[in-house]
């Protein structure tokens, strides 16, 4: 099914909530929707190789990377996990890198931007718990919705 954000949310508005962060599209899937996996890490990627190793079917992951622009917390690696294992979307609110292998790639990806350095490996991270980025409380096992025109979220299943 074809996201339009546009036409959901004339559809559906008192269900959704919009995502007032602007993002760039990374991936080569630029429209994407699911069920959220959150998971809140700071400059540190080893929860999102991890996250992303397990079967992604129908869900989106949701970083909150808090917003740092001093490192990746994604490139070509870990995102060629993600599209392996069924992985429909990826939201950072923090970097990637090798943008131009991801574009290649069959999985949604949106960050605020790009930086070359690799992040740590220390294994710090939370999983699955509510996130609050930017002001807006994102919920896991909620829905999202992602096009070019932006991100919804909607606790319920919209089809």
């Known amino acids: ?3 339009v954000t546009a ?3 004339d559809e559906h508005a008192t269900a959704l909530r919009v995502f007032p962060l602007e993002l760039k599209n990374y991936g080569g899937k630029t429209a994407f929707y699911g069920e959220i996996v959150t998971l809140k890490v700071y ?3 080893s929860y999102v190789r991890k996250t992303l190793q397990e079967n992604g079917t129908g869900k989106v992951l949701i970083v ?8 990746a917390l994604l490139g070509d690696n870990i995102a ?3 599209n392996g294992n069924g992985w429909e979307g990826i939201i950072i609110y923090g970097c990637i890198r090798d943008s131009k292998v991801i574009r290649t790639m069959d999985v949604g990806v949106k960050a605020i931007g790009t930086c070359p350095v690799k992040s740590r490996k220390e294994n710090v991270g939370a999983k699955g718990g509510t996130l609050v980025i930017e002001g807006t409380e994102i919920i896991h096992g909620t829905y999202v919705y992602s096009d070019e ?6 606790k319920e299943k919209l089809w």
């Not at 909150?64 to 490192?71: A, L, N, P, V």
């Not at 025109?149 to 909607?154: A, K, P, R």
């Open 1 to 3: 099914m074809e996201i």
């Open 7 to 9: 036409d959901l949310w």
């Open 43 to 45: 400059e540190d990627n």
């Open 64 to 71: 909150d990377g808090g917003g740092s622009k001093r490192c």
């Open 80 to 82: 060629t996990l993600a």
């Open 149 to 154: 025109d932006g991100v919804l979220f909607s």
